[in-house]
T-cell receptor, first 115, second 110 residues
Framework: NAGVTQTPKFRVLKTGQSMTLLCAQD?????MYWYRQDPGMGLRLIHY???????AKGEVPDGYNVSRLKKQNFLLGLESAAPSQTSVYFC??????????????FGPGTRLTVT | AQSVTQPDIHITVSEGASLELRCNYS??????LFWYVQSPGQGLQLLLK??????LVQGIKGFEAEFKRSQSSFNLRKPSVHWSDAAEYFC????????FGAGTRLAVHP
């Protein structure tokens, strides 16, 4: 199993450009998440999904959109990139076992720079 | 408000010394608690988790953590640190959604 994979690993954008980050998981997990990591701030949740076709806002959703058309994929879009979106982006997935939540599994990250 | 506080931004220890990383949380319900480790340029790896039951939990790489409900704490410990433990450590709390602390960066002196 590859676990959680992210594409691309690195990207440089100019202000105003758009792009899509792809996250894929092969663990049949229901839940998927997008975080951003900035120095001294830990990970902050951007958007998440509790199942195919459903998405919800996290802590810092502004400037981002997401889609979950297939259970195994979770896309993060930036319609008009801004320098404040320079960050490392992590995708994660998780599932449940009975009534218990199983831990989140993380991808390797995408380093995005917006100039 | 729900939050996680890791009071120590940086910690330096000598190899072979003991380690304790602090984590305090504020959460309305009984929390699920996690410690993750991140090596430079890598994703996050789960060290250990607490859902219920025994309040002292064992994790990978010789780490353990103790849940203290009265203190709202979930401190991470290791009796003897190895140079390979140098990394950033994150405490997290939550259920379907996690709230992460800002992290503690650990440096290990030989």
């Amino acid at each position: 199993n590859a676990g959680v994979t992210q594409t691309p690993k690195f990207r440089v954008l100019k202000t105003g450009q758009s792009m899509t980050l792809l996250c894929a998981q092969d663990m049949n997990h229901e839940y998927m998440y997008w975080y951003r990591q900035d120095p001294g701030m830990g990970l902050r949740l951007i958007h998440y999904s509790v199942g195919e076709g459903t998405t919800a806002k996290g802590e810092v959703p502004d400037g981002y959109n997401v889609s979950r058309l297939k259970k195994q994929n979770f896309l993060l879009g930036l319609e008009s990139a801004a320098p404040s979106q320079t960050s490392v982006y992590f995708c994660a997935s998780s599932s449940t076992s009975g009534s218990s939540l199983v831990e989140q599994y993380f991808g390797p990250g995408t380093r995005l720079t917006v100039t | 408000a729900q939050s996680v506080t890791q009071p120590d931004i940086h910690i330096t220890v000598s190899e072979g010394a003991s380690l304790e990383l602090r984590c305090n949380y504020s959460y309305g319900a009984t929390p699920y608690l996690f410690w993750y480790v991140q090596s430079p340029g890598q994703g996050l790896q789960l060290l250990l988790k607490y859902f219920s039951g025994d309040t002292l939990v064992q994790g990978i790489k010789g780490f353990e953590a103790e849940f203290k409900r009265s203190q709202s704490s979930f401190n991470l410990r290791k009796p003897s640190v190895h140079w390979s433990d140098a990394a950033e450590y994150f405490c997290a709390v939550g259920a379907a959604k996690l709230i992460f602390g800002a992290g503690t960066r650990l440096a290990v002196h030989p």
